[in-house]
Structures are given as C-alpha cells and as structure tokens.
C-alpha cells in the first residue's frame, strides 16, 4: 500500500490515515480496527451487525481488509487483520465497464447515423415523381430502420442481447404503416407468442429477414381481400433452434411460386441471410386451410 517504515510501533489507524486516499474511509476504518479489538474498554466482542470488511484504494493499490476477532471466552482478546491484493481484480473491472460503454456508445452512435441514413432517403423518396423509385426507396428506409432498431437495443444492453418480441413489436406498427393497402388501419398484426433473446451475432439477420418478410406479407397478400386482413407473427423455441412463423390470411402464393427462382431483390435478400449468416432454413407454403401464406424461418441456436 506504499508503507515502507517499520510497523512494530505504529498505530494501524494512524498508518491507514496515512495511506488511504479518502479521508472518511481513514475514519471508517480506523472505528471497524477499534470495535474489533475492544477499546472502547468494555473487554465485550463487537456488535454481530458491525461491518468488519471494507475494500479500500491507498495511493498505490487497492486492498480488501477483514477484521477477525479473536475471543477469549466471551470476551474480545485483539484481532487479525487480513489485506489481500485485490489492485489487478479493480483494473480488470474498470477495463471491462470500460469496454462495455465503449460498445453501447459505439451502437448508439451507428444507430443515429442509419437514423439520419433514413430520414435522407424518405425525404429523396417526398421529392420524387417516380412511382417505382419512391417504392425501393421507402423498401430501403425499412431495411436501415430495422437495422438501427437492432443497434438502438444493443446500446441498452449489457450483455450483447437482443429481446426479439420488443424488436418485433416495434417493427410490426411502422411496417404497417407504410406498406398495408388502405392505411394503417387495413391490417391488423400481432404476436402470439414469445420469441426470446438472442445474441447480437443471430439477431441482426434475423431483424432484417423478418422485416423483409413481414414487409411482404403486408405489401402484396391482401391485395384485392376484403375480408379483415390479419397478419400473426408465432414462434416455437426449444434447445436446439428457433422457429419463427409469419401467418396472414390473404391472396396465398402463385401457383408457379418458387422461392429458390425468385428475382424478387427481398427474397434474394432473405434466402442469403437464412442461409449464409444465420446458418437455417426458410419455407415459404400455402395456409392450413388453404388461404394464405405460412413462412417458417428455422435457425440453429448453437
């Protein structure tokens, strides 16, 4: 702790006054060393609820010290004082609150850059004339929202997580918005079940394949139904894997529909991010019934 003087003498108290670089933790320590040898003359062991350990920082270290009474029958007889070395175990603590805030800023800041991304690529969509390019624009601004939804999570997070239901609860009203035919009121999308937390390495394409999808669904399969339109977005988890189901109750597929043929730019976008980053699979067939579309996207989860 920086002492270098002979102990044989001195007063612990005095020394710690010394040493320690808050005042009040000198205070502090110095009552816990007189309670637990009894000075205050009454020869009684201190209080049971008395803190006898405190983790103190001198000018050179770190240390944590215990108090240990010793008894002689039932009366207090001095103590021993052990200091352990616990420098290293702080700068390592401090290294890693370090590392953590520097990720969370790191994701805080990519999320408002993709947020300002976005607004300039909807006020570009405003300011055109052409149907066809407003329309990939505005595909373009769900793709980067998505994306800073993702990274607006995980610069909450401690842990490298993301919740997927909060994810997906946020995702499914602005989708709507933008894509449902007849407004935001033309159909009607929840979550039926809970889909869980999965590491940042996993969520972030799995955000983007369902964002596509989801954005899909609400884009073409109610087209023409006059039926109330519904969209349900199911999972199922078990050890193995995660199973994510995308249910509407629209148009269904083309008879000739093929998922692996598909020159659609947001399928070629989905089956690469299934396939290459999450290591899965999707299916894309008809509804139970018949009506509608079923897509089942299955990743591993180890």
Do not use: C, Y
């Amino acid at each position: 702790m920086g002492w270098t003087a002979d102990l044989g003498s001195a007063r612990l108290a005095d020394v710690f006054a010394e040493l320690l670089t808050d005042p009040f933790d000198a205070v502090d320590v110095g009552a816990m060393l007189d309670a637990a040898v009894g000075v205050d003359g009454s020869g009684r062991l201190p209080d049971p609820d008395l803190p006898l350990r405190m983790e103190l920082d001198a000018r050179r270290s770190s240390v944590l010290i215990r108090a240990v009474p010793l008894r002689a029958g039932e009366a207090a007889d001095g103590a021993v004082l052990l200091i352990r070395d616990v420098t290293e175990v702080k700068r390592r603590d401090l290294a890693l609150l370090s590392k953590d805030a520097t990720i969370r800023e790191i994701h805080h800041r990519v999320k408002n850059n993709l947020q300002s991304v976005s607004a300039l690529l909807r006020l570009q969509a405003r300011r055109s004339d052409n149907s066809e390019t407003v329309v990939a624009l505005n595909e373009a601004v769900q793709r980067v929202s998505s994306i800073a939804l993702v990274h607006e999570m995980l610069s909450g997070s401690v842990d490298e997580v993301v919740d997927l239901d909060v994810v997906v609860d946020r995702l499914l009203p602005s989708l709507v918005d933008v894509w449902a035919p007849g407004g935001a009121g033309g159909v009607r999308v929840r979550r039926v079940s809970r889909l869980g937390v999965l590491p940042a390495d996993l969520a972030m394409p799995l955000v983007q394949v369902l964002t596509e999808v989801l954005q899909n669904s609400i884009e073409h399969a109610f087209v023409g139904v006059t039926d109330t339109a519904e969209l349900i977005v199911d999972g199922e988890r078990d050890l193995r894997g995660l199973t994510v189901r995308v249910i509407d109750n629209g148009v269904g597929l083309p008879a000739d529909f093929d998922l692996a043929a598909s020159d659609r730019l947001g399928l070629q976008i989905v089956r690469t991010l299934v396939s290459g980053d999450l290591g899965g699979q999707i299916d894309m067939r008809p509804g139970p019934d018949g009506r509608g579309t079923v897509v089942s996207i299955r990743i591993p989860l180890h």
